[in-house]
Structures are given as C-alpha cells and as structure tokens.
Nanobody, 120 residues
Framework: QVQLVESGGGLVQPGGSLRLSCAVS????????MGWYRQAPGKERELVAT???????NYADSMKGRFTISRDNAKNTVFLQMNSLTPEDTAVYYC??????????????WGQGTQVTVAS
C-alpha cells in the first residue's frame, strides 16, 4: 500500500525556518506531481506549492519568495523549505502525491499531516 510520511514539523519562532520532508513508502509506482497543502484552524485547506515530475514548481502567491519546494525522485521524497515564518503560517501541513501505476492509472494520495507552529 502507498503511504506518505511527513516529517520536519515543529515549533519555531517568528522569522525562523523549517524544512519539511515527505517520503513515499511504496516504490512500485511512478510519482507524478507532488505538493504541499496546509490547513489552519477555521480555514479551508489551501495550496502551498506543487512540483511536477520534471521539477517544475508552482507556489501560492503568499508563499512566493519564502518557501521553496524540491524533490528527490531517487528517494521518492518531496521537500518544503520554509523561511521567514510568521504566526500566519501556523497550520497542519499535508503532503500530496499523484502516482501513476504500471497499469496507466493515476491515484491521489495524502499524508496524515505534520503540525507547524510559529510562535514566540
């Protein structure tokens, strides 16, 4: 079974940085687009960033210039470097992966989320 495992969340001070990682535990499939989404209390889940299989990134406007998404295809892992964090970045961050199976079908998978808290 395909599982996405996030790591790297935690408590940081405003202005600090975190690096999130998400590894796909099942290696039988080809991973297409990967991304990060977040959900703060009382808000809708929103896009943070996505990255295509060729490494092409896209970001939500509020994240541009502060966050960087990258991936290591050999390790089935996507990263999110988060800099200049503010309390508004506090949320549960979810990893997402679109997987192409050997039979030609696409499947969308989500991690369980990792908590990021920005506070002094």
């Amino acid at each position: 079974q395909v599982q996405l495992v996030e790591s790297g969340g935690g408590l940081v001070q405003p202005g600090g940085s975190l690096r999130l990682s998400c590894a796909v535990s099942e290696s039988r499939f080809s991973i297409s687009t990967m991304g990060w989404y977040r959900q703060a209390p009382g808000k809708e889940r929103e896009l943070v960033a996505t990255i295509g299989s060729r490494g092409d990134p896209n970001y939500a406007d509020s994240m541009k210039g502060r966050f960087t998404i990258s991936r290591d295809n050999a390790k089935n892992t996507v990263f999110l470097q988060m800099n200049s964090l503010t309390p508004e970045d506090t949320a549960v961050y979810y990893c997402n992966a679109v997987i192409l199976t050997m039979w030609g079908s696409f499947h969308n998978y989500w991690g369980q989320g990792t908590q990021v808290t920005v506070a002094s």
